[in-house]
Each structure stands twice: as C-alpha cells, then as structure tokens.
C-alpha cells in the first residue's frame, strides 16, 4: 500500500508538476513551475490529470510538440505506487494514470482522517475578514443579501479549511440619511396608529414592517417623543427603529445559520478623533485631495476610477464613500493579510475607488478582494414570482426559508457562480425527490449511513483493519474513488478562485457516483473482506460528502 500523502495543498498535482520540472530540467528547459499546468481530462480513459507543456513551450524550444511531449515523459521518474502510466495523447498532452495502489490506499486515507481529510495549509495561518450581507438596517433581509449569506459563510468555512484564521463581519451602516428616513417612515407610522392624519414622505420606507414596529410602541412613550422638537422626535422614532430592524437582522441570520464574528457599526467611524477624521487626513497629506464648488474631492482617476469622488460635501458633510474609506482604513490597521468584501449587485462601482483609498493608506495590491453577488429571481410553476421594493412588497430571507427550509434555499444559492444573475426554482426546492438536487445529495448521505448500519444488524462489523481496500477493482468502485480524491484539490481551487458553487457541483457528482456503485455492486454480501472494503468506501464517500454539506453550510442528515 502506498504511503500517506503529507496533507498540504494538492500533493498529487504538487509531485506531479515538480517531476514534469525535474524532466524539463533534465533536457536544459528553463520553464517557470507557475506555467506547468494539469487539469482533468473529460474522459477517464485519457488518465487522470493531463498535462499541456509540451505544446505551450514547444515554440521555445522550436520542437514538435508532440516529439518534445515523448522526450518529457521518457525522462519523468514516479514511484510504481503512485503512477500507473504516463503516456503521450493527441498533439502534444501528456495524461498521467494514478496507479490502484494509490487510489485505494486514499480510501484508507479519508477513514482515518475523517473529516479532517480535505484541510490544507496554503492559509499557513494568516488572518483574513470577510464582510458580507452588510444591508442598510432599514428592513428586512431580501433575497440577494440571503444569497451574499450563503456565499459569505460558504467562503468563510472553506479559507478555514484551507488553513487560514477567518474572521467574519457584518457593518452596520447606521449613521446617514438612509436611518433619518427610517425615523421619519416610523413617526409616520405611528402617528397613523394613533388615529392622526399623516402621509409617508416620498423617499421614504413604504414596507408593512413599519407598520408593525409601530405598534410596538407604548402609545404614552411614542405620544411623548412627539411632543419633542421635530429633530429630537425624529432622532427618538430613528433609535427605536434602528434597534428593532438590527434585531430583526440578526435573529433572521441565526435562523438562517449564518453568524458573524463581529458587527462593526459606521457610527464608531464617526466619532470625534475616529477614522473619517484620520482618513481624510492621511488622504490630504498624500496630495489625493482636492477642493472644487465648496466641496473637497478624492482623485479617484489617478488610480484608474471613471471619475474623481466626493468626500465631504459642501455642507461639510462626509459622503458615504468617505465612510467606506474610514472603515477600510480601520481593517488595515487590525493587520489582516487580506480583506474580501461582498458586494450587493448595486455596488460595483464602488470597487475600483476603495481599492484606491486602501492603497494610499498603505495596503499592497490584491489587499483587498471584492466579490459580487447578483439579483435573484424567483420562479414558481415557470413563471416569476412578482416582486416590488418601491410598493414595500418584498420577499424576505425569512419568507424563503420558511418556505423551502435552509439546506434547499442556500445549495440552490450555490448552484450557479455568485456573479451570475439567477433564477431560484421555487417548484423545484419543495419537492422532496432525487428531481431535488439538495434533497440528492442528502439522499446520498442518508443511504451511506442506512447501508453501515444495516451492515451491523448483518453481524458485518466496521473494519479496523484497512488492507482489505486493494481489493477495490470493480470500474464503478474506482470511478468513485477518483471522485473522492480529488477533494483536497477542489478546496484548494475554490480558495484560489473564490468559487464556492464548485461544492455543489462536487456533491452532486459524488452522489450520483454512489448512486450508481450501490446499484450495481452489493456492498453487505457473503464475502466479509470484499464487505469490509466496500464498507470502506461507502463511509469515505459519507465523509467526503458530509464535509462538502459543511462547508456550505447545509446539514448531512443520517435518516431522511
């Protein structure tokens, strides 16, 4: 059996790429390892990874690529354990077959690693925030920042696999206009609770929500707050609707299961000596600023933005950039190694200029890393699911929820890449059928855990002993077993690339891998060690599949 693979990051393509290296180095090739790249050919009978340096370096070396392909795989030196085959396929790729004493042996691998299989070091324990959801706190949570929910944690849970210290924040912008608004819809609210004549200012918050908090006002107190000067009321109806609404927000997370480290209130930035102060400082000192019509602008354009920004209005006040730059300037200075925002659809022009005002406080480039996260559509029986903020009518993340349950609405979250716009299937995320892709994968999970119980009652005991995985040889077996060790490369790739939808699409694969090796191999027969092998391996996909449900942040169910 081969030796266990170290736990870092890809060891496979890891010792993969340094022997293609090596071989290269043997011939007088000078190529960077960064440009030695391996994916995973579409048909297994093409190996398991393939390489394309022959044809990216055949120029340089003004060779046949294919000749300079054969001269490569003649001079590459792999263990028998390891690789089975290295062979030169088409015009010039170079496939590499991992050997069955490998692949068997990371079944026994995944048992006794549990779910610890999968982590990996490239993080070496550096600090990262990610700041996500971060709606305005004048209403309920709506559908886009569920999904940036979804996204947010998924990321979170994966940089901690990776072996990075993450930390998770939610900024509360509770200073500005936005929640002199919110004060001014609630007074409106509540004098029209008290029988008075009042209409809702335009611009204001039109939602049934307000109508509710109003009611949660004593009527004596509210009364009073109205007696104030129409600045003092204002302020009294706003701290009562800030609370209410934060409160909302974070009791609508938990039920969502989504928990942050921290909430970072803008009002901190605000006071007296605070980041907006010290910000617009070290901007003035960096000769980024200037004054134009009594207000004092950021130039913006000098590092690539469309136009120059305000940061403080004629009227002295600061924008809601000069905020956001405050807020970057203070993450700078709690010395994380990188920052990931995720930004709602209406934000990404906002990208470019905080990337700009991070590095005149001093971050290197690719500090901080913006994601976007796109609309959301619900569709039900083919046809969208009306929906308009203006009227105050809104589907809210509790609505979804409660509707199609957690683990349905954040996987159909993940099924499509975080910047695409979506259409989440409404019809589709109830039913409680393999039509479900959610419900698939629990499925899956579910079966596993039936099959080892099941194994029990059958006096067909969990193996202690793991050598009987060489018996492993059946083309559905290996099938799943190349399914299974790819997780760790998987992890890595969705770090790199802040893709978490790559889980889903995992999950999916691995179940329905299961799905077919159960169907056509019997795991509980006659043949105890056969029995114990596959028990093996019916348990290394539960465990792959219940880290995949983890990281994602929907449950692995062992009944369904």
């Not at 993969?16 to 180095?25: F, G, K, P, Q, T």
Request: hydrophobic fraction near 40%; proline fraction near 4%.
């Amino acid at each position: 059996m081969s030796s266990p693979e170290r736990n870092d990051p890809a060891a496979v393509q890891d010792r993969v790429i340094r022997a293609i290296a090596e071989a290269l180095d043997k011939l007088g090739v000078d190529v960077d390892r960064e440009d030695i790249q391996l994916e995973r050919p579409n048909d297994p009978a093409n190996g398991d990874l393939s390489c394309n340096i022959a044809l990216a370096a055949a120029g340089m070396v003004k060779r046949n690529p294919r000749d300079f392909a054969a001269d490569i795989v003649s001079n590459i030196e792999f263990s028998a354990d390891f690789i089975d085959r290295v062979e030169v396929a088409g015009p010039g790729f170079i496939n590499f077959a991992l050997s069955h004493s490998y692949l068997t042996g990371q079944v026994a691998r995944i048992n006794r690693e549990k779910t610890e299989y999968g982590n990996l070091d490239i993080g070496k324990g550096r600090k990262i925030l990610v700041e996500f959801v971060s709606a305005n706190p004048t209403g309920p949570l709506v559908l886009v920042s569920a999904r940036a929910a979804t996204v947010g944690g998924a990321l979170v849970n994966l940089y901690r696999k990776a072996g990075f210290e993450v930390e998770s924040e939610y900024y509360l912008n509770d200073a500005g206009s936005q929640i002199e608004k919110l004060g001014i819809s609630l007074m409106t609210r509540f004098r029209q609770r008290i029988g008075e004549e009042a209409e809702l200012p335009p611009d204001c918050y039109p939602g049934d929500y307000l109508v509710e908090l109003a009611e949660e006002i004593p009527a004596g107190e509210g009364k009073s707050w109205l007696e104030l000067d129409e600045q003092d009321a204002r302020a009294r109806f706003s701290e009562f609707a800030l609370d209410r609404v934060v409160r909302m927000i974070r009791e609508d997370l938990d039920y969502f299961d989504i928990h942050f480290d921290h909430y970072f209130a803008e009002s901190q930035l605000h006071r007296p000596g605070g980041e907006v102060e010290e910000a617009l400082e070290i901007m003035k000192s960096s000769d980024v600023v200037y004054e134009e019509d009594g207000a004092l602008w950021f130039r913006s354009t000098r590092f690539g933005d469309e136009k120059d920004r305000v940061l403080l209005r004629s009227d002295g006040s600061p924008t809601y950039f000069l905020a956001d730059a405050a807020y970057h300037l203070n993450k700078f200075r709690r010395g994380y190694h990188r920052v990931i925002d995720i930004f709602g659809p209406d934000h990404h022009g906002h990208i470019r200029r905080l990337e700009a005002a991070s590095s005149v406080f001093g971050a290197e480039q690719g500090w901080l890393q913006v994601l976007t996260v796109q609309w959301v559509r619900l569709i039900e029986d083919g046809r969208q699911v009306s929906m308009s903020k203006r009227e105050g009518e809104f589907i809210t993340l509790r609505d979804l929820v409660s509707d199609v349950g957690r683990d349905a609405a954040k996987f159909f979250f993940l099924m499509r890449k975080n910047q695409a716009h979506m259409d989440f299937n409404l019809s589709l995320a109830r039913k409680q059928s393999d039509e479900n892709p959610v419900y698939y994968v629990q499925y899956a999970h579910a079966r596993i855990s039936s099959i080892i119980s099941f194994a029990g009652s059958e006096g067909v005991d969990f193996p202690s002993d793991t050598e009987c995985v060489s018996m492993l040889r059946e083309p559905e077996e290996m099938e799943l077993i190349r399914k299974l060790v790819i997780f760790p490369q998987l992890i890595e790739g969705a770090v790199h690339n802040n893709d978490v939808n790559r889980l889903t699409t995992y999950a999916q694969d691995i179940a329905a891998s299961f799905h077919h090796f159960y169907h056509v191999c019997r795991v509980v027969s006659s043949d105890r060690e056969l029995s114990a092998a596959r028990l093996l391996l019916s348990e290394a996909t539960r465990l792959v599949l219940a880290e995949s449900l983890r990281l994602i942040g929907v449950d692995a169910p062992e009944r369904m």
